[in-house]
């Protein structure tokens, strides 16, 4: 199958290719893991919010190597709607949200805490309907509704099977 029918195509999956998406996104979750299970870690000597300023150095640190290798990255001429855009994310999106992942891991356990990461796209989705005017189908919808079924049944299992 060429490159080009492979976008967005799940049957590419079960045919065995596997495309530099596929890559990144297990890059994401190996991540992630080590995000969660280090930062459990450290709040056994840190704050949350000093395992979180940690994390974010460490997080800019790579993340400015990825933007020096793009190379076309020119913060000094954006506008101010940019930097705004950018500091609210900063703030809201990755400092409050993080301390409270990391305080939920510290109080909860990674696993449990864990759990609850796989809301994000449905908020992202969500926000993106209100903010953006994004449509959403009735599969996103469908889908969704099952990402918040699972997360139910895993933090209420013990409830259940009892």
């Known amino acids: ?43 056994k000597t840190l704050s949350p919010l000093a395992t979180t300023l940690y994390g974010s150095l460490v997080g800019a640190l790579f993340l400015g190597i990825a933007a020096l290798i793009q190379g ?3 913060p000094v001429s954006w ?8 500091f609210f994310l900063a ?21 449990h805490a ?6 994000v796209p449905v908020f992202a989705v969500l926000q993106a309907a209100l903010l953006l005017d994004e449509r959403l189908g009735l599969s996103v919808l469908f889908g969704g509704l099952l990402v918040i079924a699972g997360v139910w049944l895993t933090t209420q299992q013990k409830n259940l099977w009892r």
């Open 72 to 74: 076309d990255v020119a």
């Open 1 to 43: 199958m060429p490159d080009g029918d492979r976008q967005g195509n799940a049957l590419a999956l079960i045919q065995g290719t596997v495309g530099l998406g596929e890559w990144l996104i297990i890059g994401c979750v190996l991540s992630w893991a080590a995000y969660t299970f280090i930062g459990r870690q450290a709040t």
């Open 91 to 111: 703030i809201f999106g990755t400092a409050i949200a993080y301390t409270w992942f990391t305080e939920a891991v510290h109080q909860l356990g990674a696993g």
């Open 79 to 86: 506008s101010w709607r940019v930097w705004a855009g950018m």
């Open 114 to 119: 864990s759990v609850f990461i796989n809301l």
